[in-house]
């Protein structure tokens, strides 16, 4: 599929026409221009029950709950069948609304550390499942200190997987997707990320973890990640600042606190829990994920503990279960927008929608037509 | 009259070793969770949490423990759950965690979920099972466990259409 951009970056009449948002040919939609709150448009009424829920505010994504309010249910209801990717080249965001919808509250546990030991990791997965998480992301870290300048090619979860474990209380199975971090001591080192390095692109979420203050400020400001490492081993070697962190904020980036060290060992839990309170801060809880790192399935940890772990770490309860559930869903949809040629277009093909669903859906898009008219 | 509130924890212990079912005990579990509180929240969160702490319920099958704790320190108490890593016990460690499945403000309710619970884990049992043995064993234990639930309540049923489906 071809995409045509009209006057301003507007995507032409013709082009919304063909991908019929509300005619259900089920393709992802690239709206690059700052989507307006407005209840009609010129076009479909698809469109206008997007454009009512709006999730972007700074050209960052920003996720669909608590931002904007769902305007009705009904608007919400026309979502879920619209499936839609929004990015621009300089802003970058998207409306990835077939997650949003579908993966409301979902957990995701967005750092499980590779090993080439096959058996280990499928065990770690089997874990994850089966404490509830859906989606679990496999780091790969890269460390350019120890002379290793190639990162490694991700592995396909598809084919080390031949069957994944089912999700406990949901019929689908564990989603896995690949992670990469780059441990960063020196400005040489980002080079990987500006450059349209072949290798980063393969992967879906880009981690850096900066370990000064300068590369922090660069990572919060210029980097093309989507998650900032906080370093729990040690104590932290700078002070956060105000600027970068909320420059991080306004771009959609995460910070990442890492659970497992602090589980293991007392003195790494005194530098975890004062880390991530001053962290928190300057941050007041947003943008803040947690993650297990582990290495073994016994270091896992159930959802709700975690969010509960959370409470120690210095945020409220609603911030500690989003930093293990929307937050880490909404650090997947920033990663997402890297995939997209140039930063603009990004088509996908939905997956197939059963025909029970089918039933449900198509009267409400013609209820909102009429609404329109 | 004044009701003294309280929170129920209904967790897992999930472990590697199966061996190490035999030795899940009540005052063991009591004795971990303690000194997990200590390590912590020091002398004052144990003492917050000891008000009326208590191991109400351990089933050494499926490793499901029920907790007892004072509401208003409930999650000081949960906080430190994350940090148990093994089970200890006459010198033998068995690496471990507790996953907590379900918190509620009655015995009652945690009663109920955890037989919602089971019967999921019976039927995940029955999907995953090879044996024919295997599988008439498991099918046979969720016929009896359907027995008991129907006289009980009506709130299992949707539970009891799932298997008429399979």
Known sequence: MDWVYGPNGILTKTTITRCKLGG????????????????????????????????????????????????????????????????????????????????????????????SDVKRLQSILETAAHLG?????????????????????????????????????????????TRLTLITSDPSHCNVLRSTSPRTKLYDIVAVFPKTEKLFHAACTSLDVDLICISVTEKQPFYFRRPPINAAIERGIFFELVYTPSIKDSTMRRYTI??????????????????????????????????????????SEADAKAAVSSNCRAALLHGETRKTAFGIVYTMKKHQVTVTE???????????KTEET | ????????????????????????????????????????????????????????????????????????????????LPFITCLESRGQRFPCF????????????????????????????????????ERKLIERSIRSSLEDVDDEEDGQRSSEDELEHQ
């Not at chain 2, 019967?119 to 044996?131: A, E, G, I």
């Open chain 1, 274 to 315: 004062s880390n991530a309170l001053s962290l928190m801060q300057i941050c007041k809880g947003k943008n803040v994920i947690m993650s297990s790192s582990a290495e073994r399935p016994l270091e896992l940890r159930g959802p709700y503990d975690v969010a509960t772990l959370g409470l120690l770490f210095g945020l």
């Open chain 2, 1 to 80: 009259m004044v009701r003294f509130k309280s929170r129920y924890l209904l967790c897992e212990i999930v472990v590697d070793d199966p061996l190490c079912r035999q030795i899940i005990s009540q005052g063991l579990v009591h004795s971990t969770l303690k000194e997990a509180l200590i390590r912590a929240h020091g002398d004052f969160g144990f003492a917050c949490c000891s008000v009326s702490f208590a191991v109400k319920y351990v089933n050494a099958y499926t490793g499901i423990v029920l907790i007892r704790c004072r509401k208003a320190f409930y999650q000081l108490f949960w906080s430190s």
């Open chain 1, 24 to 115: 259900r040919t089920g393709d992802w939609v690239v709206w690059p221009f700052q989507p307006k709150i407005c209840s009609t448009t010129p076009y479909t009424s698809g469109i206008s029950c997007l454009s009512a829920l709006c999730i972007v505010q700074g050209g960052s994504f920003l996720g669909i709950e608590h931002r904007e309010p769902v305007r009705n249910y009904k608007s919400l209801r026309a979502m879920r069948d619209a499936d839609a990717v929004v990015s621009a080249p300089s802003t970058r965001f998207v409306w990835c609304l077939n997650y949003c919808f579908s993966s409301m509250s979902v957990f995701a546990d967005l750092n499980v550390s590779y090993t």
């Open chain 2, 98 to 133: 507790f996953n907590t499945l379900h918190v509620s403000g009655t015995i009652r309710t945690c009663q109920k979920y955890l037989i919602q619970y089971n019967q999921k884990q019976l039927l995940r049992l029955l999907q995953n099972s090879t044996s024919d043995v």
């Open chain 1, 358 to 368: 089918e039933k449900e859906t198509v009267p409400v898009c013609k209820k909102a």
């Open chain 1, 133 to 177: 998480y859906s989606t679990v992301a496999i780091n790969h870290i890269a460390d350019f200190q120890e002379k290793k300048k190639e990162i490694d090619k991700p592995v396909c979860p598809s084919e080390l997987f031949p069957s994944l474990p089912i999700v406990q209380g949901k019929s689908k199975p564990i989603k896995v997707v």
